[in-house]
């Protein structure tokens, strides 16, 4: 009988995942914003992913002419300081940049969903606790926290760059998250599943995250983008990825070599670019899912 209860509940409670889509896919306002934003991004993936594979470009450090030669047939987009095709380099910083972006993107989301939810939905001191620690974290500026943690490490891999960026990005989707699992431990649904002998993992994992999962992907997306952003700002300061090339690094690289005065626009104007699309077609793609899973925000 509570089983009974606890499904027709959850039925008129929760906001249904598989419904927002079938919504979404009904009406074709949203519908071209949200394909329209995942076609760009998973375009600049391939070209970063399959790129160098398709076009036999397996080392962008391979010198094919001199200092920042014009685009050519042999360069599409001419080439950097050091004589290495920038179009060989733009395929592979892409691909530097998505990896570090992802790792930083799902550190950040698990630790900040794990705290969240454990603060919101035990409450107490627990929460208490839980929060102040997540306060006291986005006091301090996480460049600093980054740059600290860049400098102490002696070899900075691609692995390394995206766990440095997560573990400093969690506090605002903790706190969101926070609020939402507060919420929703009053449900009627979590009580029946409470009074059934559900335990607080077990109504955690099964009662409570499912229901922040729309959330939870929107913030995915959204530490995504700034953990790309953000590793374009260390490498430009010096604290890149050791022995790989980035978007952040190329750009490094064309303002210590002085591309902008010297007129040589191929150097830092496709990476400046790239990075604008990337994190473009990201927020759109995160107004476009927020649309989609809150009627109120939908356009007549």
Same mark, same amino acid.
């Given at each position: 009988?509570?089983? $009974? #209860?606890? #499904?027709?509940?959850?039925?008129?409670?929760?906001?249904?995942?598989?419904?927002?889509?079938?919504?979404?896919?009904?009406?074709?306002?949203?519908? !071209?914003?949200?394909?329209?934003?995942?076609?760009?991004?998973?375009?600049?993936?391939?070209? /970063?992913?399959?790129?160098?594979? %398709?076009?036999?470009?397996?080392?962008?450090?391979?010198?094919?002419?001199?200092?920042?030669?014009?685009?050519?047939?042999?360069?599409?987009?001419? *080439?950097?300081?050091?004589?290495?095709?920038?179009?060989?380099?733009?395929?592979?910083?892409? &691909?530097?940049? =998505?990896?570090?972006?992802?790792?930083?993107?799902?550190?950040? #989301?698990?630790?900040?969903?794990?705290? /969240?939810?454990?603060?919101?939905?035990?409450?107490?001191?627990?929460?208490?606790?839980?929060?102040?620690?997540?306060?006291?974290? $986005? *006091?301090?500026?996480?460049?600093?926290?980054?740059? =600290?943690?860049?400098?102490? $490490?002696?070899?900075?891999?691609?692995?390394?760059?995206?766990? +440095?960026?997560?573990?400093?990005?969690?506090?605002?989707?903790?706190?969101?998250?926070?609020?939402?699992?507060?919420?929703?431990?009053? &449900?009627?649904?979590?009580?029946?599943?409470?009074?059934?002998?559900?335990?607080?993992?077990?109504?955690?994992?099964?009662?409570? $995250?499912?229901?922040? =999962? *729309?959330?939870?992907?929107?913030?995915?997306?959204?530490?995504?983008?700034?953990?790309?952003?953000?590793?374009?700002? %260390?490498?430009?300061?010096?604290?890149?990825?050791?022995?790989?090339?980035?978007?952040?690094?190329?750009?490094?690289?064309?303002? %210590?070599?002085?591309?902008? !005065? *010297?007129?040589?626009?191929?150097?830092?104007?496709?990476?400046?670019?790239?990075? #604008?699309? +990337?994190?473009?077609?990201?927020?759109?793609?995160?107004?476009?899912?927020?649309?989609?899973?809150?009627? !109120?925000?939908?356009?007549?």
């Amino acid at each position: 009988m509570a089983t $009974i #209860t606890q #499904t027709r509940t959850r039925q008129i409670v929760s906001p249904s995942f598989l419904a927002g889509f079938r919504d979404f896919s009904a009406g074709g306002v949203f519908n !071209r914003r949200f394909v329209f934003s995942v076609i760009v991004f998973l375009v600049i993936a391939a070209f /970063g992913f399959l790129g160098p594979v %398709l076009l036999d470009r397996s080392d962008p450090l391979i010198t094919v002419g001199g200092l920042y030669d014009p685009p050519s047939s042999t360069a599409w987009l001419g *080439t950097d300081n050091f004589g290495r095709d920038v179009f060989t380099q733009l395929m592979h910083g892409t &691909r530097t940049s =998505l990896i570090i972006g992802l790792i930083a993107g799902t550190v950040a #989301t698990l630790i900040g969903l794990v705290i /969240g939810t454990v603060a919101g939905y035990v409450g107490g001191v627990v929460e208490e606790l839980l929060m102040a620690f997540t306060n006291v974290i $986005i *006091t301090i500026p996480s460049i600093v926290i980054l740059i =600290l943690l860049s400098i102490a $490490i002696n070899s900075r891999s691609i692995e390394a760059m995206g766990f +440095i960026i997560g573990v400093t990005s969690w506090p605002w989707t903790a706190r969101a998250v926070r609020a939402q699992a507060s919420s929703l431990r009053t &449900r009627e649904y979590v009580d029946i599943a409470r009074l059934s002998g559900a335990g607080t993992l077990s109504l955690i994992v099964s009662e409570i $995250i499912p229901f922040m =999962l *729309t959330y939870v992907v929107m913030a995915f997306v959204l530490q995504l983008s700034s953990g790309i952003l953000q590793e374009a700002a %260390l490498s430009m300061l010096g604290l890149g990825p050791s022995n790989n090339v980035s978007l952040g690094i190329m750009l490094q690289w064309s303002l %210590l070599w002085e591309s902008v !005065r *010297t007129g040589a626009w191929w150097a830092f104007v496709p990476p400046t670019l790239l990075l #604008t699309l +990337i994190a473009f077609s990201l927020l759109l793609l995160q107004s476009s899912i927020d649309e989609i899973f809150n009627p !109120r925000l939908r356009r007549a």
